[in-house]
């Protein structure tokens, strides 16, 4: 599907079936490549073969990189086909495993939300943000929609604000007011005949819709490549003249850190780190028709990568492992 191809115009179905073809040919991105096809199924209609999908790959033998969020993915995808009781068990099975990636949290909360479960939608979002962000001096840009959502749930349910909401606020940074997107009464506006009150709508939808094309203007983490120590011995070995960008493994893994919290300070949001290999890094090189040892193609490996959805967040989730590989939580190695 192209780029430009406008929503209305795509045939999801087809879209699906060759999103399908491609896994087959390339099994390293079968994952990101089988949840891309489930999910144009879901937009055609087809939800009973997006439920296959899903099922396909929680029963592949390879495991999966985000078992929870494929499961979150097929508990929101049942429950609008009317077999609710199935979601309800796949939610609360996600719910209890409590994973460290917000995203499932996120799904679950909003599958509990859009079937009007807002007092467990708001104590889905709140197990979230506890398990996540708490003694976070600065919410990973991933976790950001867990606040959102737990500030609109809150909202509908006319709760105080509190620390998180407060939090979520500041994050906002649309010149519309969250309190004021989230405003339960703001489908009383679209039917209002006062020009003051549809003026003040347009512009909350104007905000909304700059928020959303913000987000999918970064669909991929700003990421930075890391090589594991035996595959760069393996590519400096192969391309000397790489050895000017990797003097030696430990400042490589220097070098990454430095690079991210220098991007991080500037501003820039929704980082990651993507680990290449050896002979992806070749196969890439063949496809841009250049030779491996050219170092300015290093960075357009990392952002393919990206792309492909092979990047990990930083920092990591606080109590997870250090990226380096080097079994030791972030916080006593790179993170220290």
């Known amino acids: 599907m192209r780029p430009d191809t ?4 795509v045939d999801h179905t087809a879209e699906a079936a060759r999103l399908e073809r491609t896994a087959g040919l390339y099994p390293e991105d079968a994952e990101a490549l089988l949840l891309q096809a489930a999910a144009h199924l879901e937009l055609a209609g087809d939800r009973p073969a997006a439920t296959a999908l899903y099922d396909r790959l929680l029963s592949s033998a390879d495991g999966l990189e985000n078992p929870y969020l494929v499961r979150a993915l097929k508990a929101s995808n049942l429950w609008e086909y009317d077999h609710e009781a199935e979601a309800r068990a796949i939610i609360t099975g996600v719910r209890a495993a409590a ?4 995203a499932p949290w996120v799904i679950v909360a909003e599958a509990l939300e859009a079937h009007d479960e807002l007092e467990a939608a708001q104590e889905t979002f709140t197990e979230g943000a506890r398990l996540l962000l708490t003694d976070v001096p600065e919410p990973p840009y991933s976790t950001h929609p867990l606040l959102f959502g737990r500030h609109r749930v809150r909202r509908m349910l006319g709760l ?6 407060q939090l979520a606020d500041t994050l906002h940074s649309s010149p519309v007011s969250l309190d004021e997107l989230h405003d339960p009464k703001r489908v009383w506006s679209l039917g209002s005949d006062n020009p003051v009150e549809l003026a003040a709508e347009i512009s909350r939808l104007r905000a909304e ?3 959303y094309r913000e987000a999918l203007s970064r669909p991929f983490p700003v990421a930075v490549l890391h090589w594991p120590k035996a595959e760069l011995a393996e590519l ?9 960008e990797y003097p030696s493994h430990e400042d490589h893994l220097a070098t990454i850190e430095s690079s991210l919290r220098e991007l991080a300070a500037s501003g820039t949001p929704n980082l990651g780190i993507v680990t290449g290999t050896v002979p992806s890094y070749e196969a890439f090189a063949a496809s841009e028709a250049t030779s491996p040892a050219d170092a300015e193609l290093l960075p357009q490996y990392a952002t393919t990568l990206a792309a492909r959805g092979r990047a990990v967040e930083w920092p990591p989730q606080r109590g997870t492992a250090c990226w380096c590989d ?3 939580p972030y916080e006593g190695c790179h993170g220290a």
């Open 326 to 328: 080097s079994g030791q």
């Open 99 to 102: 994973p460290r990636d917000p």
């Open 6 to 9: 406008p929503a209305e115009n």
């Open 160 to 165: 105080p604000h509190d620390t998180w909401d």
């Open 209 to 211: 819709l700059g928020t």
């Open 236 to 244: 400096l070995d192969a391309y000397p003249t790489l050895s000017a």
